[in-house]
């Protein structure tokens, strides 16, 4: 086995053990000694990669922005799939994602802050750029009509990754669900009805999870 497969497989037990822990005990009340004993390596192979807590989380949220990045792309260039079965993937992608459950309840972003600009930043910049290439291919399929991709693809963006994230935004679970309406509404405003009710009810369903 290659050194890179031996390190990203090392790095893989750790993150895999920290996260149960989180689930269990809360980020706060889960030790890098409880991490070391979970993962069954030694301290020294844990602190070889991550110095702490907060370095592994902040892998996680880096991690999952890349594959996520990875997964629009993918999708941009799939040919076999409608406009409206990749918005579908996406949001059960953004919103059965259990890492990114509990990376959401453990606030993150309190915990990496430059990790949330850095995340941000890429939805504005890169990720609105495949969602808007997936809505003009939904206006090409006829699918629906978007006049606006690329202002509805940044809105759509921002409202998803700050409106909804309740780490920034403070919200009871019925003011997020009324927003999740809102939203769907939005689309519709603009001719591009993409939340079915299914997805609208996958969205709730997934925001709920948060304030169990």
């Not at 700050?162 to 403070?170: F, N, R, S």
Request: aromatic share 10%; charged share 25%; with cysteine.
């Amino acid at each position: 086995m290659k050194q890179e497969e031996k390190s990203l497989l090392s790095k893989s037990k750790i993150i895999d053990a920290a996260m149960k822990l989180f689930l269990e005990k809360g980020y706060e009340n889960t030790t890098m000694q409880d991490i070391v004993q979970a993962s069954g390596m030694s301290k020294g192979a844990i602190y070889h990669y991550f110095k702490s807590k907060q370095e592994i989380v902040a892998y996680l949220s880096n991690y999952e922005k890349e594959l996520f990045t990875s997964r629009l792309k993918d999708l941009v260039a799939n040919t076999g799939m409608t406009a409206q079965q990749k918005i579908g993937q996406i949001i059960t992608y953004l919103f059965s994602n259990d890492t990114l459950s509990t990376l959401t309840k453990e606030k993150w972003a309190e915990k990496v802050p430059f990790a949330l600009l850095d995340t941000l930043r890429n939805s504005l910049n890169v990720l609105s750029g495949y969602l808007e290439d997936i809505l003009r291919q939904g206006t090409v399929n006829k699918e629906f009509d978007c006049k606006y991709p690329k202002e509805l693809a940044g809105v759509l963006m921002l409202l998803v990754d700050i409106w909804l994230d309740p780490i920034i935004v403070e919200s009871d679970y019925q003011e997020m669900c009324e927003k999740v309406d809102f939203i769907a509404l939005l689309a519709v405003k603009f001719d591009t009805p993409v939340f079915n009710s299914e997805l609208i009810a996958q969205v709730k369903e997934g925001l709920r999870r948060y304030y169990e």
